[in-house]
């Protein structure tokens, strides 16, 4: 119990680390070094590739079939695809409903 409440202190005692820390977890789960995030940050001018607009945080978009990353995206466009189960005939059929609507 001791090193349990020990654990929670540190990490509320250093946010900064505890994020670069998931960060780096998260990176390494698609192959990608922070080196190379950055590299992909600064290559799509810090914007989202669906939106292209300037996200607080992107994230990591891939292919949940191969593991290959796409690129990145802030966190509603990359929900949205998420939600849409990745298919490009469904987002083109809510884009066509959406763009029928107005």
Not at 29 to 56: D, N, R, S, W
Request: hydrophobic share 35%; aromatic share 6%.
């Amino acid at each position: 119990m001791a090193s349990s409440a020990y654990q929670r202190a540190w990490q509320k005692a250093n946010p900064e680390k505890v994020r670069q820390y998931k960060r780096r977890t998260r990176l390494k789960a698609y192959g990608l070094t922070p080196e190379q995030f950055v590299a992909m940050v600064t290559a799509q001018k810090g914007v989202c590739l669906i939106c292209h607009e300037v996200p607080e945080q992107l994230v990591v978009d891939h292919d949940h079939v191969t593991g290959k990353v796409r690129g990145l995206l802030c966190h509603e466009c990359n929900m949205a695809l998420g939600k849409m189960k990745d298919h490009p005939a469904r987002l083109r059929a809510a884009a066509e409903y959406l763009e029928r609507s107005k």
